[in-house]
């Protein structure tokens, strides 16, 4: 399985703060790679899809970049309600892995 | 307006087989392309991906779970099912089923929209 590594499993930071969240893939996964947010006790939502490519409605602080191996997520402005735990996933190979996660808090 | 909804047992006792059944509207799983996926999450964990059934009648599985699970579709009543035989208390989470779409990168592919979840706990 490709092992799908988020760090930090964890971050404060304050509104207004830039966040940015890496995954790495534990090999090349091309461009395949997509980004949810799952608030509390909530279904995740897709954000970033294809490593780059805003999901229609959601917000433009919210971006991705990256490639083969090494994929970051951020926020340009943090706002309350991004309060949320971040995961990334792999379709590039079977199983179509998810990262550990990683929760942002105020 | 897509939406799908989880149903199912919410306890389970240890090498039963689990059946869920996910109930979808606003798209055809006929429609080249699209498919249904299943994830699980035990609590405070990660998302697990389980497996996927594509407009097309092909199925993947999570290779660790390949000889557990089998995911069928009914059309005629826009449901998907999930089976998980012999269940054991590790398997005890929230499972998700997903609608799959294709995106813009060629075999690209993201789960658009998620059912509410339904908790699932394995226990005698």
């Known amino acids: 399985d490709i092992q799908m590594t988020q760090s930090p499993s964890s971050l404060s930071a304050s509104v207004g703060d830039r966040v940015t969240i890496s995954c790495q893939a534990s090999q090349d996964i091309n461009n395949y790679l997509n980004w949810y947010q799952q608030k509390p006790g909530k279904a995740p939502k897709l954000l970033i899809f294809?490593?780059?490519n805003l999901e229609t409605g959601v917000p433009s602080r919210f971006s991705g970049s990256g490639s083969e191996t090494d994929f970051t997520f951020t926020i340009s402005s943090l706002q309350p309600e991004d309060i949320a735990t971040y995961f990334c996933q792999q379709y590039d190979s079977l199983p179509f892995t998810f990262g550990g996660g990683t929760k942002v808090e105020i | 307006q897509i939406t799908l909804k989880e149903s199912g047992p919410t306890l389970v006792k240890p090498t039963q087989t689990l059946t869920l059944t996910c109930t979808f509207s606003g798209f055809s799983l006929s429609s080249r392309g699209v498919g249904v996926g299943w994830i699980r999450q035990p609590p405070g964990k990660a998302l697990e991906w389980l497996g996927i059934?594509?407009?097309?009648?092909?199925?993947r599985y999570s290779p660790s779970l390949d000889t557990r699970l089998t995911i069928t579709k009914d059309p005629s009543k826009n449901q998907v099912v999930l089976t998980m035989a012999y269940m054991n208390p590790v398997d005890t989470a929230t499972y998700y089923c997903?609608?799959?779409?294709?995106?813009?990168?060629?075999?690209?592919?993201?789960?658009?929209?998620w059912g509410q979840g339904t908790m699932v706990s394995v226990s005698s």
């Open positions: 997903a609608h799959r779409r294709p995106t813009l990168t060629y075999g690209g592919s993201a789960f658009d929209i």
């Open positions: 059934i594509y407009w097309d009648e092909s199925k």
């Open positions: 294809d490593a780059s």
